[in-house]
């Protein structure tokens, strides 16, 4: 037999939880008191605060009521080990989505970081690591049958899978390829994000690890391909080979800036020195 009976007010002080947190929960049947008295008065054992503490673990863990409700009304081993389960599949989605969002941060504040320690204009010498980049291909603009909607919906499609996958990028930069720069073409030929190394279901290319003569650019995208000639030339002027394609990213954009005149962006090409 029950030694003692619990108000709402004191049943709710044990489980530190509101007053009308139980109220509810006896609303829509999920914990209903243990007694009723002939006043009225709702009266709950000490045998339910077990019960309470699973509540509020499953909810900790996003789980709707309506499912809780649903457990309590079929409890087993068999059950609660199907639910608890479900729950690790659900934290280990969850935590890997706050990684990927991390990983956006922490790529978001290097960069914001970075551009404020480089000179606009300037030309140097950086090595790069080998990286991945998960790419769609540029359209021609000059072609009569451009279409700015398909277009646009590819380079949607490439930043949302390429996020779904661990892509740290803010937006899409561009590449261009050799070839193109050997023939004095600077329209870029391929849009890509990074992705961490052995992402697959995506056409992939690699930027390989080597030495990049880099220029950081500051302007609106459409002096861009100038900016690109530049890089190019400076190359050849220093006697370099160019070893591989060029690479842009922005290091700041329309999310930092209203004026496309403070754009900064980063221009880089692989080289090979004599």
């Given at each position: 037999m029950e030694k003692h009976r619990f108000k709402t007010a004191e049943f709710a002080a044990l489980c530190g939880v509101k007053k009308d947190t139980l109220l509810h929960y006896d609303h829509i049947g999920l914990l209903k008191p243990q007694w009723v008295g002939e006043n009225g008065?709702?009266?709950?054992?000490?045998?339910?605060?077990?019960?309470?503490?699973?509540?509020?673990?499953?909810?900790?863990?996003?789980?709707?009521?309506?499912?809780?409700?649903?457990?309590?009304?079929?409890?087993?081993?068999?059950?609660?080990?199907?639910?608890?389960?479900?729950?690790?599949?659900?934290?280990?989605?969850?935590?890997?989505?706050?990684?990927?969002?991390?990983?956006?941060?922490?790529?978001?504040?290097?960069?914001?970081?970075?551009?404020?320690?480089?000179?606009?204009?300037?030309?140097?010498?950086?090595?790069?690591?080998?990286?991945?980049?998960?790419?769609?291909?540029?359209?021609?603009?000059?072609h009569a049958k451009f279409e700015e909607a398909v277009y646009l919906l590819h380079v949607r499609q490439l930043i949302t899978w390429a996020r779904e996958n661990g892509s740290p990028s803010q937006a899409p930069g561009d590449i261009i390829c050799r070839e193109s720069l050997e023939r004095g073409d600077f329209m870029e030929d391929y849009y890509y994000c990074l992705v961490p190394p052995g992402t697959t279901g995506w056409p992939l290319r690699v930027r390989p690890a080597g030495t990049y003569a880099v220029l950081y650019h500051q302007g609106s995208y459409a002096s861009e391909y100038g900016a690109c000639r530049r890089l190019r030339d400076w190359v050849l002027a220093q006697g370099y080979a160019i070893d591989g394609d060029l690479y842009e990213e922005d290091l700041v954009n329309d999310i930092a800036s209203e004026d496309p005149q403070s754009y900064l962006l980063k221009l880089s090409l692989k080289i090979q020195m004599p």
């Open positions: 008065y709702r009266y709950y054992s000490a045998r339910q605060i077990p019960t309470y503490d699973l509540i509020a673990t499953l909810r900790r863990l996003g789980t709707p009521l309506a499912e809780i409700r649903s457990y309590l009304t079929r409890r087993s081993p068999e059950a609660l080990m199907d639910l608890l389960r479900e729950k690790e599949a659900d934290w280990e989605a969850e935590r890997r989505r706050l990684a990927r969002m991390g990983a956006f941060l922490h790529n978001a504040k290097d960069k914001m970081a970075l551009a404020q320690t480089v000179r606009p204009g300037e030309i140097r010498l950086e090595t790069f690591p080998e990286a991945h980049c998960a790419v769609v291909e540029a359209p021609d603009f000059a």
